[in-house]
């Protein structure tokens, strides 16, 4: 099969020839049909995230069963899938107390990748390894979705929409005539403007430091769109009263805006960090303002979801037309140009690319 492999940090992602990988007992082997380039597929390759490589890159997918390993019940042939990057063991602590998103065996033992050309083993992002024609993942790893659900948008469902949608609905809880902030507009921060909108959050503050991105976040719903530069507090408060938001979404994963959330909060607001970062990165805040702001300050893991359960709901969602995935994806290419969709997830470009199989 073709996928495409990136061999070191730093290294430029390739397509390559490669074996697929084995089935397996427990385990479902899917053709994959169309596959999202993500920033964390980015962090993979330069280094922000240090994985074991040769890596396949791609962890945001759809495609449609093509075997199943023994004793696996939930899929069959022809059944058409989203791909979950962190399926829950449904047996640990956090499992058992409603966090399936905190896992502590999420994805269970590596999934084996397949071999490259010269036998090398081959390792799977997050799991999964979805700029292939096809992945092998674990029977928890497939959810099954209507066959009239365009691949594109099931693929979506998978990492961007199912955290963007997961933290304003789930994590923070927004409700009617809240203010929100959201900055960083790639596929997650857009879906979680446009999550925000839809729960009758007022002002939506779009925030990126790309002026590209006004029209993207317009469309997704914002109220106003306000470059990430010096200013940007000053100008949140100025569309606040002069507090700051109620809930500020971090959708980028850099300390720099995560002060920069933090500082767009109000006194007694909440501040997620939706972006997954670097561990060398640390965000200094003073003793004082912790204490004196009385802020919240929380992560969303995967937007705090069940997979299991929302992506079905999402589902619906989409084809009963009160959840529009369209302005999310901004290009759709081959696997043979999915490298120069890397470029442009580096440059902040566009919303999402779609991989189409
Ligand atoms: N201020 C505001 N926006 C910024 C800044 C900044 N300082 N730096 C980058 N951005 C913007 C980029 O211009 C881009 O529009 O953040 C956006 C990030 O979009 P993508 O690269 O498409 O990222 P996405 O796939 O949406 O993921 C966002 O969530 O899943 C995690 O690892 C992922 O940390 C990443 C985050
Ligand atoms: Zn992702």
Redesign the pocket.
Same mark, same amino acid.
Request: glycine share 24%.
């Given at each position: 099969m073709r996928a495409l492999v990136v061999r070191e940090v730093g290294g430029t992602p390739r397509v390559e020839e490669v074996e697929p990988p084995p089935l397996g007992p427990g385990r479902v082997r899917v053709n994959v049909r169309a596959a999202?380039?993500?920033?964390?597929?980015?962090?993979m390759v330069n280094g922000? !995230?240090t994985p074991p490589y040769p890596l396949v890159l791609g962890h945001e997918a759809a495609g449609v069963v093509a075997e199943v390993g023994d004793g696996v019940r939930r899929v069959a042939p022809g059944d058409h899938v989203v791909l979950n990057w962190a399926p829950p063991c449904r047996e640990c602590w956090h499992c058992g107390h409603g966090e399936p998103w905190l896992c502590d065996r999420s994805g269970g033992p590596a999934t084996p990748g397949g071999r490259t050309s010269s036998g090398e083993p081959l390792h799977v992002t997050l799991g999964l390894g979805a700029h292939a024609e096809q992945v092998v993942v674990p029977e928890p790893a497939v959810i099954p979705v209507p066959a009239d659900l365009p691949f594109e948008a099931a693929a979506l469902l998978g990492?961007?929409v199912l955290? $963007?949608v997961g933290a304003v609905r789930r994590t923070t809880g927004v409700a009617p005539g809240d203010s929100v902030a959201v900055?960083?507009?790639?596929?997650? $921060? /857009?879906?979680a403007v446009s999550a925000a909108r839809a729960a009758g959050a007022d002002p939506v503050i779009a925030?990126?430091?790309?002026p590209a991105?006004a029209d993207l976040a317009r469309a997704a719903g914002a109220t106003d769109f306000l !470059?990430?530069?010096e200013s /940007?507090s000053r100008a949140i408060r100025g569309l606040t009263g002069g507090r700051g938001v109620d809930h500020a979404l971090e959708?980028?994963?850099?300390s720099?805006?995560i002060r920069?959330a933090w500082r767009a909060a109000r006194r007694g607001g909440q501040v997620i960090v939706?972006?997954?970062?670097s561990k060398d990165d640390v965000v200094g805040l003073s003793a004082l303002d912790i204490f004196h702001s009385a802020r919240t300050l929380r992560s969303s893991v995967y937007g705090s979801s069940d997979p299991d359960r929302d992506v079905p709901e999402l589902a619906r969602a989409v084809l009963d037309g009160t959840l529009d995935l369209a302005p999310l994806i901004s290009d759709r290419v081959t696997l043979d140009d999915a490298p120069a969709a890397f470029d442009r997830?580096?440059?902040?470009?566009?919303?999402?690319t779609v991989v189409l199989f």
């Open positions: 999202g380039v993500c920033h964390s597929d980015l962090s922000t !995230l990492c961007a955290t $963007g900055i960083g507009l790639g596929g997650v $921060g /857009l879906s925030v990126d430091v790309s991105k !470059l990430g530069d /940007l959708c980028v994963g850099r720099a805006t920069a939706v972006g997954m970062g997830v580096a440059r902040g470009e566009g919303a999402r």
